[in-house]
C-alpha cells in the first residue's frame, strides 16, 4: 500500500494551461515537500510546507498543505515547457529520518 | 558549492555479481540518505547515515548496505545482484541528520547512479 499517492500519474497539457496534481494519503505529515525531478537527474525541492492550511506560492507555481495536513496540491498557472518533469511529494512523520515519497506525476507541456 | 555527486553514473552488471555506489555529499553536510527508484514502486528509502552511523533503515534485504567514512563520503554495496535491482540509486545529503519532519532539514539529491543488472 502505497502511504502517499498522487494523482494524475501522467499529464500532457499545452503551453498555457493551467494543471493541478494531487498528493493525498489518510496518515498525517509534519511536513509536506515537493520536488521536480528532470530525466538524468535527481529531485530537486521545490517548497516545504509545514501548517496545516499552510499556502505558498513560487512564481506561477502553487502549494497548499490540507487542514488535516494528510493531502496537498500543486497548481501551476500558465503551464510553460520548461515545467515538464516528474513532480514528486514527500512527507515526513514524526522523529523518522526519512522522508516518504509518492509514485510522481509525469508532466509533459507541449509548446 | 559543488552539489552532491554519486559515482559511476551508469553501470552493468550480471546477476550474482555485488556492486558498490559511492556518493560524495555537499561540504560541510553530515547526513546522507540513500534511496531507490523505480517505475514500479517510486522513491524507497534505503538508509541514512549521519557521522558514521546508520541512524535509520528502510526495508530492504540484508544484501543492501551502506556506510559513512569520516568525511561524510557514503559508500552503499549490493551483494548477489538480481535483476530486480535494476535501478536508479539516489544519494542524498543534508545539513544534519535526524527527523526531516519538521520541515528544516532539507535533502539535496545527486544525480543518481543507474544500475542494471543482466
Known amino acids: 500500500t502505497q502511504l502517499l499517492e498522487q494523482s494524475p500519474q501522467f499529464l500532457s497539457i499545452q503551453e498555457g494551461e493551467n494543471l493541478t496534481v494531487y498528493c493525498n494519503s489518510s496518515?498525517?505529515?509534519?511536513?509536506l515537500q515537493w520536488y521536480r525531478q528532470e530525466p538524468g537527474e535527481g529531485p530537486v525541492l521545490l517548497v516545504t510546507?509545514?501548517?496545516?492550511?499552510e499556502v505558498k506560492k513560487l512564481k506561477r507555481l502553487t502549494f497548499q498543505f490540507g487542514d488535516a495536513r494528510k493531502d496537498s496540491s500543486l497548481h501551476i498557472t500558465a503551464a510553460q515547457p520548461g515545467d515538464t518533469g516528474l513532480y514528486l511529494c514527500?512527507?515526513?512523520?514524526?522523529?523518522?529520518?526519512?522522508?516518504?515519497f509518492g509514485k510522481g506525476t509525469k508532466l509533459s507541456v507541449k509548446p | 558549492k559543488a552539489g552532491v555527486t554519486q559515482t559511476p553514473r551508469y553501470l552493468i552488471k550480471t546477476r550474482g555479481q555485488q556492486v558498490t555506489l559511492s556518493c560524495s555529499p555537499i561540504?560541510?553536510?553530515?547526513?546522507v540518505s540513500w534511496y531507490q527508484q523505480t517505475p514500479g514502486q517510486g522513491l524507497q528509502f534505503l538508509f541514512e547515515?549521519?557521522?558514521?552511523?546508520?541512524?535509520n533503515k528502510g526495508n530492504f534485504p540484508g544484501r543492501f548496505s551502506g556506510r559513512q567514512f569520516s568525511n561524510s563520503r557514503s559508500e552503499m554495496n549490493v551483494s548477489t545482484l538480481e535483476l530486480g535491482d535494476s535501478a536508479l540509486y539516489l544519494c542524498?545529503?543534508?545539513?544534519?541528520?535526524?527527523?526531516?519532519?519538521?520541515?528544516?532539514?532539507?535533502?539535496?539529491f545527486g544525480a543518481g547512479s543507474r544500475l542494471t543488472v543482466l
Open positions: 514527500a512527507g515526513g512523520r514524526g522523529s523518522q529520518g526519512n522522508l516518504i
Open positions: 561540504s560541510g553536510h553530515r547526513s
Open positions: 496518515s498525517v505529515f509534519s511536513s
Open positions: 547515515y549521519f557521522s558514521e552511523t546508520q541512524r
Open positions: 510546507v509545514v501548517t496545516g492550511g
Open positions: 542524498a545529503s543534508s545539513p544534519r541528520g535526524g527527523a526531516l519532519s519538521s520541515g528544516a532539514n532539507v535533502l539535496t
